[in-house]
């Protein structure tokens, strides 16, 4: 009887499916009466992407002159130190967990992970002119590590951190069991790391400690995870000079020596988007300003811009900084590809970028493709937020900076758009 009252209870209409179908039409008549028709459809339209406010112009421009001042600053001790000088979808990337990924794995995989691409020997010449031909030559890793070693041997004057303590006061059990951790990572492939190397970024002297352990020695793998638990550890400054002191060698070396780069190498300039600001000012700006940037390291590393969001503070202090430098090469790629995200820009970098294109309207030298593609990608995402006399000036640049396929495209954008001024002139109620 409880049987059959617990029955009637819980027995609804449409609850229970008919005891005289089988079981095979019952999972069919599921599987068919159960599939959604709805189709979401978007049609918000994103106001806020039309303009940028007053604050958020405000926080770009603080963003750029702090920018600008760690910039000059680390210029200044940086030479003391051997180093080189220097969508609107926010969070940190998505990325996969591939601890347990070795080497062997991905042979020959690169198109996984940016494409694949074969340099043009005329882009490269090209590309070649416009290169700093008094730059220093590129120093490998290794060079950087010898350098550190021997300035902390002799005991000069360290300005790598304002708690370093002298290679001579730390106790040599610590750099004997150091040593060992070199020798696992010179080794590693996955599986799990030495609690010693993990606590690494928490010590007031990790940077040396970051030398003894031979990074130039590490396998690729052991660069990911390094990466992964330096970015996660250290603010912002600091994760800054892990990239640009270690990060960026290795991948220059290793680009250099395989024509392409490897894909736990790769991974780690994906994580270290994590920390967009020390992304910037530690591997693409000093890539800018380097002058010795080539068109294969400039490709691969900028890939990595295209394939994960950024945040437009960042990325527009960025492009701020890219626009005033001297020009390169490089310069292009990267710009091109910051505005490819189709931020909503404030009228500050915008005018930066025309000032950037209008200092090349007596130039002589003829212009990279490279240069010609970066023009016209600007004027597709930002024509109608440039000013009638810049639209004017632009045109005039037109008329001495010619490309016979790509400057047809410009003028045209140019002639049939809008500028910022007209549609500010016209009555309120349009």
Known sequence: MGKSKRSKMSRKEGDRPDRSVSLAEQILEDRTTHSSQRSKVRSRQNEDETYVDEKLSRKILEQARQQQEELESEHGHSASLGARSKTTSLGPPKDDDDDDVSDEEFPGNEGEFYEHFEVDEEDEKALEMFMNKAAPMRRTLADIIMEKLTEKQTEVASQMSDTSIPMSQIDERVIKVYRGVAEVLSKYRSGKLPKAFKVVPNLANWEQIVYILEPDRWTASAMYQATRIFTSNLNAKMAQRFFNLVLLPRIRDDIAEYKRLNYHLYMALKKALFKP???????????????????????????????????????????????????????????????????????????????????FLHDKRQLPVLWHQCFLTFVQRYKEDIATEQKEALMDLLRNQNHEQITPDIRRELLHSKCRDEETDQPMGM
């Open 277 to 359: 600001a020390a992304f910037f000012k530690g591997i693409i700006l000093p890539l800018c300003e380097c002058g010795t940037c080539t068109l294969r390291e400039a490709v691969i590393i900028g890939s990595i811009i295209t394939k994960v969001s950024i945040p437009v503070l960042h990325s527009s202090a960025a492009m701020l900084k890219i626009a005033e430098m001297d020009y390169n090469g490089a310069n292009s790629i990267f710009l091109r590809l910051l505005l490819n995200k189709k931020y909503a820009l404030p009228y500050r970098v915008v005018d930066a970028v025309v000032h950037h294109f209008l200092r």
